[in-house]
């Protein structure tokens, strides 16, 4: 009998209240509204969008990813009072994040302040949590109420709702009462965010830094309160994986979409150099936007790698283990990580474009890998192994590899048989399906599954898939192992879940590949390779360098075109 010692930190949430009204017109556009607070999230594919903005309360998971408490965080979505028209899969309270690689690293999701579910079809509902009226503490309600006046302004939502729906989400029948006697109606038309407070200096509790210089405080604002947000855990700080790798410090300057004109990759050194790369003369007009650029670890010792792990899968201490390496860059003026992403959207329209925003960076890509999507007792999970180039040849001879489809055929029966632990029913094709995406190809296989009551939550059922041998290896612990062995940079969200639960339960977790992080004029991109008996040292690299061709795109790196791999 197994002892429950994985148990989630987290405020009571009874402190907190949930309101879901219906958007009637038009939408806050995702990807801006994700970057419009310090914590955002987004998740956008062509099913639809999850949008988050704002932190509510912090969920902690101090042993990290684990099947047995990973569902503490539906359940504790469900213990919220919620009300209004939740009625679609990610309305309502939910938790949002990305986690690590490292299922056992300690992490937290968000349950954001404000969220926006849309669908395909163009439906669209807006949930707040707000602190409830159980608490005496008076400074942190209010620094939450100001933040969420504050996000209703900065995502546009003030100016999309109207009075009554922004008096349920505020849980007043008169949402002026949250305001002193300025005419606060104002604010909420999105007209002059100044009224919502005194003349003692409203800019101050916007900001957030002295919540106790408050207006009158009735009705809403009066009658609110919430417990203590839980301590941010250290879990994986992005801007210490900048900092680690060695990159100079971030520049001033204003924030700037993505060079126009982009940087060729195909001559890069393998650490920071100690000034500045000065461009080719020859091409200083289009690389001015780029300072320095190094891969870590270079092309040779990454094929050094790849001969360790071949030697480890000879001597059967592994069946496959996936390598990643890192290309980092420096720029002249900060990225713009909404520019970054459009990007992204524009090059892989079939992907899920993701971002979670927090302190030091934004973690962000264009993921073709769905780790599990739930819905009611429904499950679907696409697991993708085995690449080639994009082109027509290409995928043809792919779809004929011996090694190819035996690499992916080792991912896909490791799907299905973790998740026929949780199902009264699944479905595995009995082959692969090549997927084409913008510079490359993969097998993969589409897996549905009917959960058996009482359904496993989709966080849950993540936890019992993270890792995949697409992204670690076989067996799961050797592999791990030896990663870790032979990875000196560590991957921070690379390759782990990113997505949200709800509390039904409903979710959707993607593989955080095809995926970078930026920090101001800093940005690291990621790639990796699965290497089984048989693998070419030369051709892993080539096929890392493929796979990161979608992200330095979106960066305005210009890496060179997708060889075959």
């Known amino acids: 009998m197994s002892t429950r010692h994985h148990a989630l930190a987290a405020p009571d949430p009874r402190s907190f209240a949930a309101s879901t009204v219906a958007l009637t017109g038009a939408s806050p556009d995702p990807l801006a509204m994700a970057m419009t607070a310090a914590d955002g999230f987004v998740l956008l594919g062509p099913r639809g969008s999850v949008a988050a903005a704002g932190v509510a309360a912090r969920l902690r998971l101090p042993c990290g990813l684990h099947p047995d408490t990973s569902g503490d965080v539906a359940r504790w979505l469900a213990a919220v009072p919620a009300t209004g028209s939740a009625s679609q899969p990610g309305s309502g309270p939910l938790a949002v994040g990305a986690l690590p690689f490292l299922p056992g690293q300690p992490t937290e999701l968000l349950v954001p302040l404000i969220s926006v579910v849309s669908t395909a079809a163009g439906r669209s509902l807006v949930t707040v949590v707000r602190p409830a009226a159980t608490s005496a503490d008076e400074a942190e309600d209010l620094a939450l109420l100001s933040d969420l006046a504050a996000l209703l302004i900065g995502t546009g939502l003030a100016t999309l709702l109207d009075r009554t729906a922004l008096a349920t989400l505020l849980d007043d029948t008169d949402p002026t ?10 604010l909420l038309d999105g007209t002059d965010p100044t009224t919502l ?33 839980a301590a941010r855990p ?4 992005l801007a210490a994986q900048l900092d680690g790798a060695g990159l100079p410090a971030e520049t001033g300057g204003t924030v700037t979409a993505p060079p126009p004109h982009r940087t060729r990759v195909d001559a890069v050194s393998a650490a920071p150099p100690a000034t500045p790369v000065s461009p080719d003369p020859e091409r200083q007009a289009t690389t001015t936007a780029v300072e320095a650029i190094w891969q870590a670890p270079d092309g040779p010792e990454f094929e050094r790698r790849v001969t360790a792990a071949l030697a480890a899968i000879a001597s059967g201490r592994v069946g496959k283990v996936v390598l990643a390496r890192q290309v980092h860059a420096r720029f002249t003026h900060p990225l713009d990580p909404v520019a970054v992403l459009r990007r992204l959207q524009a090059d892989e329209p079939t992907c899920a474009v993701f971002a979670h925003r927090q302190a030091g960076g934004v973690f962000l890509g264009a993921s073709p890998e769905l780790l599990v999507r739930r819905r009611g007792d429904r499950v679907v999970s696409h697991p993708l192994a085995g690449t080639s180039a994009a082109d027509d040849a290409a995928v043809v001879a792919l779809v004929a590899s011996t090694k190819e489809q035996a690499e992916h055929r080792t991912v896909a029966e490791a799907v299905a048989d973790r998740l026929a632990a949780w199902c009264d029913v699944l479905q595995v094709p009995k082959a692969p399906t090549p997927v084409r995406l913008h510079g490359v190809a993969h097998l993969g296989t589409r897996i549905t599954g009917r959960l058996h009551q009482p359904a496993a939550d989709a966080l849950t059922l993540a936890a019992a898939l993270h890792p995949t041998p697409a992204v670690a290896g076989v067996p799961t612990g050797a592999a791990l192992a030896l990663i870790t062995d032979l990875e000196d940079e560590g991957r921070g969200f ?27 004029n800093r940005a690291v991109a990621y790639g990796g390779a699965g290497i089984v008996a048989g693998s070419a040292p030369d051709r892993e690299l080539a096929e890392t360098a493929a796979k990161l061709h979608t992200a330095l795109g979106a960066l305005g790196i210009d890496a060179p075109a997708p060889s075959p791999v």
């Open 177 to 186: 009462t949250l305001l002193d006697e300025t005419d606060p109606a104002t």
């Open 197 to 229: 407070l005194d003349s003692t200096d409203p800019a101050t509790l916007l900001d957030g830094t002295d919540p106790a210089r408050t207006p009158d405080r009735r009705g809403l604002a009066a009658r609110l309160s919430g417990p203590a947000v």
């Open 234 to 237: 250290v879990s994986t700080d």
């Open 494 to 520: 690379y390759a782990g879940p990113v997505g949200w639960v709800d509390a039904r339960g409903d979710g959707e977790l993607l593989v955080a590949i095809r995926s970078a992080t930026v920090a101001g």
